[in-house]
């Protein structure tokens, strides 16, 4: 008969205490802080730092992407956090207590990801091919024996010796945009590296390519730009690689610095399909990885995506040919979008684009593999 009441006042006591923590400050929840860092997650990725407490702004507002139709999202201090859902075209109220008379308004604003649809044609111009080898390479051989991939085994698929190699060849250096090899080829490349020296996102791609031909594949570099590229005030470009997987019997893309494949249902895509499952398929495409620290996909999105619009990659992938296949006398095709002008010039850079045949055709960019 005793225990009843010690019950029941323990559940006041700790209804009091909950109580107690759940503040608010205009009818809207208030968590405390003793400095302005902060940190706060959209889903699973982590911003430390990215935003500072500023109780002298009246309303501040925090906007947040949502890529998914509900984002999870929490906001932490350096003593306490707060945790909700937000979706796009809602925002959420709340204030931060930095002293007995001071409260910081903050806004989350849930907003929605601005996707670009793109199209190409699917005719296939039968004049436009894009070389690659077969015949043996002294530069390859060489590159094998400086860097055997031991790993490597028979009962792969070709999807898995893919994702070997990239894991492999993202562990040789970290990234650094500011440092380039003294000549772009693999051999050298990994050869600094093993120097300390470390490189932007292009000597993985060329790693990559150069491997995996050893390895017998079809690859090839190719080059991504955003559509604002003429104009940009920032770097327009990113590099990553494409490899023809003959199990699939597709073109599949590839990020050496991120160290990921995306996939669609388990099918890997290549780099317009992965701008497609972006936009239209963002909650169901995976990136596969063996890192044990995986890229996340908001992450990675918000890093790639813009630059997923004009794609250009060489049109003569072989090795030591002191002939080189031009097409009009440029060595470069550019896939375009439907209804994109052609991109003739890169303003950060400076750059005349003035290498590359145009097309608006996928059917021309993946078409399979011409050997020789």
Known sequence: MRVFPAIIFMFLVLAGCSAARKLTHNNSPVIKANSDWTTYRVGEEWYPGRWSIAPQVEHDTLTVVCYSSV???????????????????????????????????????????????????????????????????????????????????????????????????????????????????????????NTGQQFPCFAYAIVLRDQLSALGYQARTVYLKTKDAENSTRPPGHVATEVYLDDLQKWVFIDGQFNVMPTLNNVPLNAIEFQDAISNNYDQFVLRSLSARKTSKKSYVDFVYDYLYYFDTSLDNRYEREERQLIDGKRSIMLVPLGAPNLTHVGFWDMDVDYCIYTNSRGDFYAKPKVD
Not at 109 to 114: E, H, I, L, S
Not at 116 to 130: R, S
Not at 162 to 170: E, K, M, P, Q
Request: charged share 25%; glycine share 4%; net charge negative.
């Open 71 to 193: 984002e999870s999202f929490e906001f932490k201090t350096d003593i306490d956090s707060i945790e909700f859902d937000i979706a796009a075209n809602t925002t959420k109220s709340f204030y931060v207590k930095l002293d007995e008379s001071t409260y910081a308004h903050t806004i989350i604003q849930g907003v929605p990801f601005q996707a670009e649809e793109i199209d190409f044609e699917e005719a296939q111009n039968p004049q436009i091919g894009i070389k690659y080898p077969t015949k043996s390479s002294d530069y390859l051989a060489g590159l094998k024996a400086a860097y055997p991939l031991d790993f490597i085994e028979d009962s792969m698929s070709d999807a898995e010796v893919v994702l070997s190699v990239l894991n492999w060849t993202n562990s040789r250096w970290n990234h650094s945009g500011n440092n380039s090899p003294s000549k772009n080829d693999a051999i050298t490349i990994l050869n600094e590296a």
